[in-house]
Every structure is written in structure tokens, then in C-alpha cells.
């Protein structure tokens, strides 16, 4: 089975503020996804990543795809309240899901 | 184009009960996965439904069963209701073609509560 660790697992932030998550895995992956879920509704797809070392950027989501291709980071520059809502990434083949990351930004 | 609906919205049952969740895809779309998200667990894989065949099964007891229909529509049922499976059922489509980082679409889940 192969488990996916995010970290960290909450985190809270002023409007304004940088951050970055991490998704990691001692398996390696044909790719990875990741994915925003807001209360009240399903996980919505952000990115894919491919090759490793790969490095994809969604305005102000910078998605880095490790040269092993069993780790991942999301970067957030100047973090927003739209911003809020909880990070997971996903392993494929076999969208094996992490717990995410709950991220909360204060106005 | 409308999006994955999921019936109901949020449910209560008891202890040994049964129960059936229904999930509509995108038109066109004929693969159906289902997970279970728990905060202590997260989101896991329960089974993916493709042309009315199950093509992937996660690691989920016998209790947990689904079928797809020759509209793609798909229903997951949970047999003897336990407390633990108390979770939101998200179901999630996608074209199912090609290779497998095909975009996955996701209703808004159907709470249940198990008392």
C-alpha cells in the first residue's frame, strides 16, 4: 500500500503570508495530483504533476514535483481567505489519497 | 454541463442497518469511483465502477458493496450499519479512457451518520 504523509497536517496564516505544504511517500508514483476541498463540497482537482523535478505554477500555487517522484510540494505566495480550505494530494495510479492539509487565512 | 450530484445529501441510520447512496456522473463519463473521508483516516478508495465492471476494489470489508448501471449512474450500499462508518461518501467521475491522471470530477458527498 502506498501511504502518502502530508504536512502539515493544520495550518493557520495571516492574509498576506507564504507557506508551503508537503506530501510525502516512501513509494514512488507515475504522478501526482493535487486537490483543494472547500466545506460542504468534493475535492477539486489544482494540478497534475508528471515528470520528476517537474515544477507547474497556477497563479500564485507553485506545484514541485520531486526527482524521485515520491514527494511534493505546494508553495502559496501571499496567501488569501479564498485560499482557505483543506490541501490533499494524491498518488497515481492508484489515487491513493493523504489526510491534507487544513489551511486557514485570516483576513 | 451539469456536475456529479449525490443522493442524499446526509442521512442518519442506527446500528445494523442498511443503506443505499446514489451517485449520478457527468454526462459522458463512465467511470465512477467511491471513497470514504474520515478526519482521522482521511479520503480512502472504496471501488471504481467502469462500463457497469468493477475495475479497482480498495481495502474495504465485504459490507461495502457498489453496482453502475448501463447509464453510468452507480450505487454504493453498506450493509449492518457500525458506528465507524459514520464518514462522508464522496463519489467521483471520470471519462475513464486513456491513461489513468484523467481528471476526476467530485460530487458534494452524502453525509452518514450512524447511530
Known amino acids: 500500500t502506498q501511504l502518502l504523509e502530508q504536512s502539515p497536517q493544520f495550518l493557520s496564516i495571516q492574509e498576506g503570508e507564504n507557506l508551503t505544504v508537503y506530501c510525502n511517500s516512501s513509494?514512488?508514483?507515475?504522478?501526482l495530483q493535487w486537490y483543494r476541498q472547500e466545506p460542504g463540497e468534493g475535492p477539486v482537482l489544482l494540478v497534475t504533476v508528471v515528470t520528476g523535478g517537474e515544477v507547474k505554477k497556477l497563479k500564485r500555487l507553485t506545484f514541485q514535483f520531486g526527482d524521485a517522484r515520491k514527494d511534493s510540494s505546494l508553495h502559496i505566495t501571499a496567501a488569501q481567505p479564498g485560499d482557505t480550505g483543506l490541501y490533499l494530494c494524491?498518488?497515481?495510479?492508484?489515487?491513493?489519497f493523504g489526510a491534507g492539509t487544513r489551511l486557514t487565512v485570516k483576513p | 454541463k451539469a456536475g456529479v450530484t449525490q443522493t442524499p445529501r446526509y442521512l442518519i441510520k442506527t446500528r445494523g442497518q442498511q443503506v443505499t447512496l446514489s451517485c449520478s456522473p457527468i454526462?459522458?463519463?463512465?467511470?465512477v469511483s467511491w471513497y470514504q473521508q474520515t478526519p482521522g483516516q482521511g479520503l480512502q478508495f472504496l471501488f471504481e465502477?467502469?462500463?457497469?465492471?468493477?475495475?479497482n476494489k480498495g481495502n474495504f470489508p465485504g459490507r461495502f458493496s457498489g453496482r453502475q448501471f448501463s447509464n453510468s449512474r452507480s450505487e454504493m450500499n453498506v450493509s449492518t450499519l457500525e458506528l465507524g462508518d459514520s464518514a462522508l461518501y464522496l463519489c467521483?467521475?471520470?471519462?475513464?479512457?486513456?491513461?489513468?491522471?484523467?481528471?476526476?470530477?467530485f460530487g458534494p458527498g452524502t453525509r452518514l451518520t450512524v447511530l
Open positions: 467521483a467521475s471520470s471519462s475513464g479512457r486513456g491513461n489513468s491522471y484523467n481528471e476526476q470530477f
Open positions: 513509494s514512488v508514483f507515475s504522478s
Open positions: 465502477y467502469f462500463s457497469e465492471t468493477q475495475r
Open positions: 454526462s459522458g463519463h463512465r467511470s
Open positions: 494524491a498518488g497515481l495510479p492508484n489515487r491513493r
